[in-house]
């Protein structure tokens, strides 16, 4: 669902979390004191991380008028790095714990792996049929000895977003099928179109906005990355991590990039201001663009498929064992995210179904984004999906990966360090981050 899970400073990261046990202790405590949602209610309450969308698209609202005995009730926090520790913090207590608790991708094995069994098997549950989710979104969630303790909620399929108007002042094609079979089947391809916009580049743009965002998305096309099929750690020599920093560090020292940091305040001026013409766009990024960008963007961007496909995002929602009311939940999680809902919340929030019967209903099969000229999403981001590997998770995912993009690579891009220097620093920060 929300973008990247950049690691932090600890301490940034350690405050945020108390910060944030402080405001959702604060959430229960109000909830314990209504007790019941009143009227014979039953309140189930889950908690969240970013924007899942689920009010937004009214869902909760439409749960409690199909079932007049239950009021909803979420508690959002709005960053991973702080909910993910104060929800392992409240796993470890046994209380505390919401009736549903989302997780992200990044974090889904870890749970599966070590505490699965605090968590109920919604593979078990009334209406749950394995068959509805994408194979590869299933087993993210599965344990070992095959419990599934989350179901999935969206997925981060990869496209690329451009700049028509960019592209056509550099001389290169602008329709998306013709953009498509510029870089198709190899990120080099991309890295090539990169260098024959270089040569006619519009006045102060450049071709991409980081040399993070290129590793992400390359990285993430492959099935093992940073732990092999057999959860052993393999990032020092992984062909995946090598492949992806190669063409980071490439692209960096090609001059291709904006050399901007993803998530910061100066990137989110950049599309204000038409900075660079390309950028690795899973679904949940479309609004992030249309936002930052503005009305002066519309039109002026569309999408086209990305060179391989991947998966960048998506999270689950889960049943803890300690959770208040677990019949209620476990009927209220099953709802959210059958076919139809998931349909629904892309219709309103443009978040990809991980359920492949929404790609063909016509939430998601016609929709056209109007901002970016009228592209066909639900087609673009379906065919993505179908196409991604299975991606294996180990328990330091999100630790290791940033460690890559927000300490090695940019000693690289930014610093102007040599790719050894870059390396080298990422590689301690992972020895520091999994001993820790």
Same mark, same amino acid.
């Given at each position: 669902m929300t973008p990247g899970y950049r690691a932090r400073p600890r301490r940034r990261a350690v405050f945020l979390? !108390? @910060?944030? &046990?402080?405001?959702?202790?604060?959430?229960?405590?109000?909830?314990?004191?209504?007790?019941?949602g009143g009227r014979g209610r039953t309140t189930v309450t889950i908690g969240t991380f970013g924007v899942f969308g689920y009010q937004q698209a009214g869902l909760y609202r439409e749960y409690e008028r199909l079932h007049p005995d239950v009021a909803v009730k979420e508690s959002v926090i709005e960053r991973n790095d702080a909910y993910y520790p104060q929800l392992l913090t409240h796993l470890a207590a046994g209380s505390g714990l919401l009736d549903i608790q989302a997780v992200e991708v990044g974090d889904i094995h870890e749970l599966a792996?070590?505490?699965?069994? $605090?968590?109920?098997?919604?593979?078990?549950?009334?209406?749950v049929h394995r068959r509805d989710w994408l194979p590869w979104k299933w087993e993210q969630a599965t344990t070992r000895d095959g419990r599934t303790i989350g179901l999935g909620t969206d997925i981060g399929p990869?496209?690329?977003?451009?700049?028509?108007?960019? +592209?056509?002042?550099?001389?290169?094609?602008?329709?998306? %099928? @013709?953009?498509?079979?510029?870089? @198709?089947?190899?990120?080099?391809?991309?890295?090539?179109?990169? $260098?024959?916009?270089?040569?006619?580049?519009?006045?102060?743009?450049? +071709?991409?906005?980081?040399?993070?965002?290129?590793?992400?998305?390359?990285?993430?096309?492959?099935?093992?990355?940073?732990?092999?099929?057999?959860?052993?750690?393999?990032? *020092?020599?992984?062909?995946? !991590?090598?492949? *992806?920093?190669? $063409?980071?560090?490439?692209?960096?020292?090609?001059?291709?990039?904006?050399?901007?940091?993803?998530?910061?305040?100066?990137?989110?001026?950049?599309?204000?201001n038409g900075r660079f013409a390309t950028v690795a766009c899973p679904p949940w990024m479309l609004g992030y663009i249309k936002e930052k960008s503005g009305p002066a963007g519309k039109?002026?961007?569309? !999408?086209?498929?990305?060179?391989?496909?991947?998966?960048?995002?998506?999270?689950?929602?889960?049943?803890?064992?300690?959770?208040?009311?677990?019949?209620?939940? !476990?009927? $209220?999680? &099953?709802?959210?995210?059958?076919?139809?809902?998931?349909?629904?919340? +892309?219709?309103?929030?443009?978040s990809i179904p991980s359920t492949p019967a929404s790609y063909a209903m016509p939430e998601v099969r016609d929709a056209h984004n109007p901002y970016f000229g009228g592209a066909p999403t639900g087609a673009i981001f379906a065919a993505a999906a179908r196409a991604v590997p299975t991606l294996v998770?180990?328990?330091? %995912?999100?630790?290791?990966?940033?460690? +890559?993009?927000?300490?090695?690579?940019?000693? &690289? =891009?930014?610093?102007?360090?040599?790719?050894?220097?870059?390396?080298?620093?990422?590689?301690?920060?992972? =020895?520091?981050? &999994?001993d820790e």
């Open positions: 979390a !108390v @910060a944030a &046990v402080l405001v959702l202790g604060a959430a229960l405590l109000g909830g314990c004191a209504r007790g019941d792996t070590a505490q699965g069994g $605090l968590f109920e098997d919604l593979s078990a549950a009334k209406g990869i496209a690329m977003c451009y700049r028509k108007d960019l +592209f056509r002042r550099a001389g290169l094609p602008t329709a998306r %099928e @013709a953009v498509g079979r510029l870089w @198709a089947g190899d990120w080099r391809k991309y890295l090539t179109t990169g $260098l024959a916009y270089k040569k006619r580049a519009p006045a102060g743009t450049v +071709f991409t906005d980081s040399a993070a965002g290129i590793y992400n998305a390359s990285v993430h096309g492959y099935a093992e990355r940073y732990y092999d099929r057999r959860s052993r750690p393999i990032w *020092s020599n992984s062909p995946a !991590v090598r492949a *992806s920093w190669e $063409l980071a560090v490439r692209a960096a020292r090609d001059g291709l990039t904006a050399r901007l940091k993803q998530f910061e305040k100066p990137w989110d001026q950049a599309y204000a039109d002026k961007w569309d !999408v086209a498929p990305a060179p391989r496909p991947a998966n960048w995002g998506g999270s689950f929602i889960t049943v803890p064992k300690a959770a208040r009311h677990k019949a209620a939940a !476990v009927d $209220l999680a &099953v709802w959210l995210t059958a076919p139809a809902q998931q349909a629904r919340l +892309f219709e309103r929030q443009a998770y180990g328990p330091k %995912e999100q630790q290791i990966g940033g460690a +890559f993009t927000d300490v090695g690579i940019p000693q &690289v =891009e930014q610093q102007g360090k040599p790719p050894g220097a870059g390396w080298r620093a990422a590689q301690q920060e992972i =020895e520091n981050a &999994v």
